[in-house]
């Protein structure tokens, strides 16, 4: 994390966002965690495969905030904020930063609010990730040699936020179908499983 004045690898304290937020504080429903998207949803948001958002879900690394059942037949669901980080995962792993890495930033990533992660530029030098709030953090960091590459989580939310605009949402009390039109691994295993 980053503490005022200075960036630091991700991991120590939770920062005080110095840049303003993108975004008001009353976020829109969709943007909440009471609207959720199912995995198809998420991967075309994001830009990733349903195998790695199941992997990635089944480690720990991003479980889906707005429902996560158990067992087969259950759709997760997730918020916008998973399908922003998960966007941000894969940004990260295209450039080559370890999956060991990418924990530990998006376990700092999980103690911030939705509307603070608009004020957060990731930088890396390729082996750490560092979490700037500040536009003297970024240049303090290239200065250092420290700094190669940088996200800026406020662009990818606004990508994250056009691709949704797209895709169907639900209510996780909503009922779930037997089968979602979209659901291709479920529909495989219960073709696998009638025989």
């Given amino acids: 994390m980053v503490t005022t004045g200075e960036a630091r690898s991700t991991g120590s304290t939770t920062p005080t966002p110095l840049q303003g937020a993108l975004f008001t504080e009353v976020l829109p429903e969709e943007m909440t965690d009471s609207v959720g998207y199912r995995g198809p949803a998420a991967c075309r948001a994001a830009g990733v495969t349903y195998r790695q958002l199941d992997y990635w879900a089944r480690t720990g690394l991003l479980e889906p905030s707005v429902r996560n059942p158990s067992g087969s037949g259950h759709q997760r669901l997730y918020s916008f904020r998973d399908i922003l980080v998960l966007k941000v995962i894969k940004r990260l792993l295209d450039t080559g930063v370890s999956l060991q890495q990418i924990r530990i930033a998006v376990a700092a990533l999980r103690d911030h609010g939705v509307s603070d992660l608009a004020g957060i530029t990731l ?52 009922e779930e179908p037997a089968v979602h039109p979209d659901d291709e691994l479920r529909a495989r295993r219960e073709q696998r499983n009638a025989g």
């Avoid at 953090?137 to 936020?161: K, N």
């Fill in 123 to 174: 930088m890396s030098d390729g082996a750490t990730v560092y979490e700037c709030t500040s536009d003297d953090q970024v240049i303090d960091l290239m200065r250092g040699g420290q700094g190669v590459f940088g996200i800026a989580v406020g662009s990818v939310w606004r990508e994250v936020e056009g691709s949704l605009a797209e895709l169907p949402s639900e209510r996780p009390d909503d």
